[in-house]
T-cell receptor, first 114, second 114 residues
């Protein structure tokens, strides 16, 4: 049973426009969320995170929004650049002491069109 | 600084053979994680260690899978006997205790079992 779902396997966006990647979760115990980015033939790299006490976290061109009532989070990239073309994984966890496990989604492949 | 190192990068083997995947975490990191990536299930946590001690192996699919961490700088994931359904990309990741969710991934080992 997928507790973290990324329902869009792929997304294409024009360079300079906004990219919006979506993620849904089913486990109401999750309270900390992360996005990872993965280039071909490389491992994922941490991008940005958000705690459930916030509804928004921003880091440069990247902003993550969390809607706890809808169990939904999204990653916004503005403006999109060719180097943003990658697979993006959403991850979630219970951020309590003694729990170090991340549950990942299946990923969304983002292609930025020049 | 070198990142997480995994070997081999690619492994092709026949069904029934033993496969050993290797990982060297980033020096000073407290946690080591083994993940498996497939198209259908995304990134799945198999097992993780804290200070060389296995903490949670509930993600290990079967008794055919085993993992060890004999010291802080080395870990192995062994599959014996291997089956075609084990074909996937296997990632090793490591992290510091106080930022356990911000994990540094190796480049992965692509395993093909024929």
């Amino acid at each position: 049973d997928q507790q973290v779902k990324q329902n869009s396997p792929s997304l294409s966006v024009q360079e300079g426009r906004i990219s919006i990647l979506n993620c849904d979760y089913t486990n109401s115990m999750f309270d900390y969320f992360l996005w990872y980015k993965k280039y071909p033939a490389e491992g994922p790299t941490f991008l940005i995170s958000i705690s459930s006490i916030k509804d928004k976290n921003e880091d440069g061109r990247f902003t993550v929004f969390l809607n706890k009532s809808a169990k939904h989070l999204s990653l916004h990239i503005v403006p999109s650049q060719p180097g943003d073309s990658a697979v993006y994984f959403c991850a979630a966890t219970r951020g309590d002491f003694g729990n170090e496990k991340l549950t990942f989604g299946t990923g969304t492949r983002l292609t930025i069109i020049p | 600084d070198a990142g997480v190192i995994q070997s081999p990068r690619h492994e092709v083997t026949e069904m029934g053979q033993e496969v050993t995947l290797r990982c060297k975490p980033i020096s000073g990191h407290d946690y080591l994680f083994w993940y498996r990536q497939t198209m259908m299930r995304g990134l799945e946590l198999l097992i993780y260690f804290n200070n060389n001690v296995p903490i949670d192996d509930s993600g290990m699919p079967e008794d055919r899978f085993s993992a060890k961490m004999p010291n802080a700088s080395f870990s192995t994931l062994k599959i014996q006997p291997s089956e075609p359904r084990d074909s996937a990309v296997y990632f090793c990741a490591s992290s510091f205790r106080d930022r356990v969710y911000e994990q540094y991934f190796g480049p992965g080992t692509r395993l093909t079992v024929t």
